[in-house]
């Protein structure tokens, strides 16, 4: 066991302290993502997985991302989230190396922590990954880059130009990915050596315990719990409740994404119907109308009458020159209505 | 001697309630029973997955039963329907979406668990029942993911059925049956939806549920297997309970699934096709993601032909689960350390870079086809 700890490599060591860092502070990034994607202030690329792997590593790369995106031209996404994103993640990944360093410092290496482990643990591992995680995407991009050309050019010749379509996807495939996949792999042990050998002197100034393997436990056990469990279990459901209600607030009723097939016809609000109104509308439009017609029917009887005088005038004149006798009735027509 | 009862001694109406419960349930044994479970070797983030699976499926029970409100199961309306719960009904893009993105964390968790007990050796002797049920519930869960596809009705679910059901109908013996079944008729039609939805909706959820249960039973009476490294001292040293460390650990791997699914519904929510019709057009048919390696390899030119079909769609597939049944009969060693199994290790990892290589193949072949 001793000499397990002692002959404990560099990349052994940069493992053992960022892999469970990753875990410990990525439930709380997640929660902020997700709420910052509600809020419509993270727009993620297709390469989601990339963000998602960035954002893990936020320890090595919170400094690096920004020199990918201004000097390497490569970005994950848009949207001022996630610059805050990885501006949040820097409290958050001191409180996760804080706890992992103190745990694997106790029960791993059988030495004492160091008052503000964390922060010193993240400091280191944030200037080793701003200067070597640039240089691990260029490597492997330029790698994958020529690889793909190289297994293409491959393909063309005349011995393997008629390799059928399936065939030749998985093959070529195979090649540059387990290329592309060991240059990865080499890279991030040397990256893992590299936070190793700067984390060691901070191991090395840690004084060593004498403490019994049970007494460790125990005080290692505890490290893992708060002091005040109350409090955490509070601020914690506290926490998720805000969380939650901030998300649903903020969650979209309809989809973000709608689709060309569907999309919403423009609708106008009716009036809404009220029977009463409408009747007593009717009823006063209708005796309204009746009058209309009524006054129509007596003018066009005055009219009718008018004319029918004038005409009576004008045959009484006639008459008079002939001189009718005063036994002969009236025209019909001269009657009134 | 006088009795004078304090306040602080008084039961309240919650105390009362569960003793009442208690009394005739033994409420309080069954908790403790479920609760002080030892951990061999302490609580670990490894063994969170089978508590996280058990959540994804609530989740995708409540979201299911909210989408089946809005849902109509028939061939005239389904695709309307699934396009009323996306266009109209308040938050019905996140609930499908989710549901959608749930089936597929679902998938992945029961990948990563059945990779944990086996790079754990978990399946050896006395857990070759859990391993045998677990097995089952994997074929479900796959069960679900191609029933519920259909459901939408547009050219995506037609034609992913339509090769599903083909493939199923080269199994010798009863495949023509089990494809005459499901289909109902000589094309997917009303009768294919009709008996889909049922088997969704009721058949698989009443089977995961009976399976699960078993699970769980075969799995609390055998213990957990604990970590494959570490000194007999360690593992006394750290073993403690199920509560409350590990129950800690299963609700931030919840709470982090939830919000990975969360972030997925947002990123990419589900967005339908053209409504099913027996013409696929201008649509490559193409099978649910974690089909796709199989798609693919039922591509190469050495599974062409009758024959060539019936060997990469069901006799390799059929080989393979047969030897993952058979696993824990074959492999009698104790050894657990997946670093001393050397050719457990080299199996597992071909058989995910083989799955990886033909599922970015089919991806890389849509280009071609295209």
Not at chain 1, 106 to 122: A, D, I, K, V, Y
Not at chain 1, 209 to 216: D, F, K, N, V
Not at chain 2, 178 to 186: D, P
Not at chain 2, 210 to 239: D, I, M, Q, V
Request: proline share 6%; glycine share 8%.
């Amino acid at each position: 066991m001793s000499n397990e700890r002692e002959s404990m490599s560099p990349a052994q060591l940069g493992l053992g302290i960022l892999w469970p860092a990753f875990w410990t502070g990525l439930p709380i990034k997640l929660a902020f993502v997700l709420l910052f994607l509600a809020l419509g202030m993270v727009h993620f690329e297709t390469r989601i997985g990339l963000a998602f792997l960035m954002l893990l590593a936020s320890p090595v790369t919170v400094f690096a991302l920004p020199t990918i995106t201004l000097g390497l031209e490569s970005h994950i996404g848009e949207g001022v989230g996630i610059a805050l994103l990885f501006l949040l993640a820097i409290p958050i990944d001191i409180w996760a190396l804080g706890i992992v360093g103190r745990t694997f410092f106790l029960e791993r290496l059988r030495r004492e922590p160091q008052e503000g482990l964390g922060l010193t643990l993240w400091w280191k591992c944030a200037l080793v990954g701003a200067i070597f995680l640039p240089i691990l995407w260029v490597a492997v991009s330029a790698t994958t880059d020529a690889t793909i050309s190289a297994v293409r050019s491959l393909f063309e010749t005349d011995l393997l130009n008629g390799t059928p379509v399936a065939e030749k996807i998985s093959i070529e495939l195979t090649l540059w990915g387990t290329v592309a996949i060991a240059v990865l792999l080499l890279l991030l042990v040397i990256g893992l050596w590299l936070v190793g050998r700067v984390i060691r002197g901070t191991v090395e100034s840690a004084r060593p315990t004498s403490e019994s393997y049970q007494g460790l436990i125990t005080r290692w056990d505890l490290m893992r719990v708060p002091a005040d469990q109350g409090l955490m279990l509070t601020s914690l459901t506290g926490g998720a409740v805000v969380l939650s209600l901030l998300f649903w607030s903020s969650l979209p009723v309809f989809t973000p994404h709608p689709h060309d097939c569907c999309k919403k016809p423009e609708v106008k609000a009716t009036p809404a119907f009220k029977p009463l109104e409408t009747l007593n509308k009717d009823e006063k439009m209708i005796a309204q109308l009746a009058a209309q017609v009524e006054l129509l029917e007596k003018q066009q009887a005055e009219a009718e009458l008018a004319k029918d005088k004038n005409k009576g005038k004008g045959k009484a004149s006639k008459d008079a020159v002939k001189a009718p006798a005063a036994t002969e009735p009236a025209p019909p027509n001269a009657k009134k209505p | 001697m006088s009795h004078t009862p304090s306040t602080s001694t008084q039961a309240t109406i919650l105390e009362k309630v569960i003793d009442f419960v208690d009394e005739r349930v033994g409420l309080k044994l069954l908790a403790a029973k479920m609760l002080n479970e030892p951990v061999p070797g302490g609580s670990r983030w490894a063994y969170v997955f089978g508590s996280v699976l058990l959540f994804i499926f609530i989740m995708q029970s409540v979201t299911g039963v909210l989408l089946m409100f809005y849902y109509v199961p028939t061939a005239d309306h389904a695709y309307a329907s699934t396009q009323y719960i996306l266009h109209e009904v308040d938050y019905g893009w996140f609930l499908l979406s989710y549901h959608f993105w749930g089936s597929t964390a679902m998938v992945v968790c029961v990948f990563a668990h059945m990779s944990q007990v086996f790079l754990w050796g978990a399946y050896k002797k006395p857990r070759e029942l859990i391993w045998l049920v677990g097995l089952a519930l994997f074929g479900i869960v796959m069960g679900f993911g191609f029933t519920g596809y259909l459901l939408p009705w547009d050219q995506r679910a037609y034609w992913a059925t339509t090769v599903g059901v083909e493939i199923m109908d080269k199994t010798p013996l009863f495949g023509d049956f089990m494809a005459r079944f499901l289909k109902g008729g000589a094309t997917p039609g009303q009768m294919t939806l009709s008996r889909f939805f049922v088997i969704h909706v009721m058949v698989l959820p009443a089977a995961l549920m009976g399976l699960a249960g078993l699970h769980l039973f075969l799995f609390r009476s055998a213990g957990p297997a604990g970590p494959f490294r570490g000194t007999p001292e360690e593992l006394k040293a750290k073993t403690d309970y199920f509560f409350p460390r590990q129950i800690w650990k299963d609700i931030v791997g919840m709470a982090a699934v939830f919000a990975c699914i969360c972030a997925l519904a947002f990123w990419e929510p589900v967005v339908l096709l053209e409504e099913a019709t027996p013409d696929p057009g201008d649509y490559h048919p193409e099978p649910e993601w974690y089909f796709l390696f199989l798609f693919q390899l039922l591509r190469l030119k050495i599974f062409s032909g009758e024959f060539g079909q019936f060997l990469g769609a069901i006799a390799l597939p059929g080989a393979f689960m047969a030897l993952l049944a058979a696993l824990p009969f074959i492999d009698r060693d104790p050894e657990r350390n997946i670093f001393k199994r050397p050719i457990a290790l080299i199996g597992w990892v071909v058989v995910m870079a083989a799955i990886l290589i033909f599922t970015v193949s089919a991806i890389i072949n849509r280009e071609y086809l295209d």
